[in-house]
């Protein structure tokens, strides 16, 4: 947002931006909290929550720069560490809870946006 608004031509992305990460719109978690708090029993003692894939850091980049309207472009810093190649959980228990989430990255990414204009730039 700050660099659309201050109109700089270029982002730097630390590493090459290959880096693999996991993020679920909270919504979701707020979604599937509120489907198995009536049969919070069957939770095991711990459970991921999340979408199942991944998206690489230029992909973030890339998606949140299109639903902002950032029009500039991105380098990539191979002098800053590129961080752990994946981090993905294992949702092979969520499975058994017939849940799935709702909001796909772009919606996601879209609505957390609008959010932010609406409450906290002003």
Same mark, same amino acid.
Not at 9 to 26: L, N
């Given at each position: 947002? +700050?660099?659309k608004?201050?109109? !700089?031509k270029?982002i730097?992305i630390?590493g090459? @931006?290959e880096s ?7 919504e979701?978690l707020?979604n599937?909290?509120?489907?198995v708090?009536?049969n919070i029993q ?10 199942g894939h991944?998206?690489t850091? +230029?992909?973030?980049?890339?998606? !949140?720069a299109e639903?902002?309207g950032?029009?500039? @472009?991105f380098?990539?810093d ?9 981090k ?11 849940w799935?989430y709702?909001f796909?990255?772009?919606d996601g990414?879209?609505e957390t946006?609008k959010?932010y204009?609406?409450? !906290?730039?002003?």
């Amino acid at each position: 947002h +700050n660099a659309k608004i201050n109109n !700089i031509k270029v982002i730097d992305i630390w590493g090459d @931006g290959e880096s693999r990460r996991e993020f679920m719109y909270a919504e979701d978690l707020a979604n599937f909290i509120y489907q198995v708090i009536p049969n919070i029993q069957r939770l095991p003692n711990m459970l991921n929550v999340g979408l199942g894939h991944d998206f690489t850091i +230029n992909d973030y980049y890339r998606i !949140i720069a299109e639903e902002i309207g950032y029009t500039g @472009g991105f380098t990539h810093d191979l002098t800053k560490p590129v961080g752990m190649r994946r981090k993905l959980v294992d949702i092979s228990l969520l499975k058994e809870f017939d849940w799935k989430y709702q909001f796909e990255l772009k919606d996601g990414i879209k609505e957390t946006y609008k959010y932010y204009l609406e409450n !906290i730039y002003k």
